[in-house]
């Protein structure tokens, strides 16, 4: 039984270059940090921004800001270290956080596709249809959804046996080079099913971003040919 994960990520790396990678790494992690976290103090300082639009990129940033502190930290410790262990519960709990926040920023995404559809194909019932309770739950639902399919996927996973090696060629708890550690029947089935669970979330929430602003550029169209008639008629 595998009570850790040895990540060989970076160990094939020279070693002469790790210094230049963890100092660039680590100047995107700070950016990207900064770089929300503004986003966030100026939509909570600046009342005009109160909007449900502004509301949802500033749960976009946290998102993305957590996403980045479940796996970034991680990885610029091994790039200095020269013990590449993690143990079997970190495993689960980075694997689960990871498709958490990763899948709870798409959908914020498709929310936001959904939010700017509204705000100009419907500008009249706007503050109806995206009232401040109706964000609220639209951000809960994204939320509650990513921790429901990373719980399940995290589960469904680290639910296999672990009875071979223990090397995870990749940086972190990779779902696909994890399950390649695996042993069963089942093993084949659980990979085959993470794979179509991820695909499915993903690509409907693109198709539903794409559908979003197909109808907008729609409106957009029926506007000028509405206007185009009105010039016409005048």
């Known amino acids: 039984m595998v009570s850790e994960f040895i990540l060989l990520g970076f160990s094939t790396f020279p070693p002469h270059l790790l210094p230049a990678f963890f100092l660039l790494y680590l100047l995107m992690y700070l950016f990207t940090l900064m770089g929300n ?6 939509v909570w300082n600046e009342h005009s921004l109160h909007t449900p ?15 980045t502190v479940t796996l970034t930290p991680r990885m610029l410790v ?24 990763g899948f709870t920023h798409s959908f914020l995404l498709t929310v936001m596709g959904y939010d700017r559809y509204v705000a ?7 503050n109806v249809l995206m009232s401040t309770h109706t964000c609220a739950r639209l951000v809960s639902w994204s939320w509650a ?12 996973v680290f639910r296999l046996t672990f009875c071979g090696s223990n090397v995870i060629h990749h940086f972190g708890c990779h779902v696909l080079s994890l399950l390649k550690l695996a042993c069963g029947k089942e093993t084949s089935s659980v990979t085959l099913g993470v ?40």
């Open 145 to 156: 959804g990513g921790s429901v399919i990373g719980m399940m996927v995290t589960l469904i």
């Open 78 to 101: 091994d790039m200095l270290s020269t013990r590449h262990t993690i143990a079997f519960v970190a495993c689960a709990s980075q694997m689960f956080f990871s498709f958490t926040f």
């Open 195 to 234: 794979i179509l669970v991820c695909v499915t979330v993903l690509m409907g929430c693109l198709f539903l971003i794409i559908l979003s602003y197909v109808f907008i550029v729609l409106t957009f169209i029926s506007r000028g040919q509405h206007q185009h008639l009105q010039k016409i008629r005048l």
């Open 37 to 42: 976290l503004i986003i966030m103090a100026t």
């Open 120 to 126: 100009i194909s419907h500008p009249l019932w706007y």
């Open 53 to 67: 639009m502004y509301l949802f990129l500033c749960t976009l940033s946290t998102s993305e800001i957590l996403l």
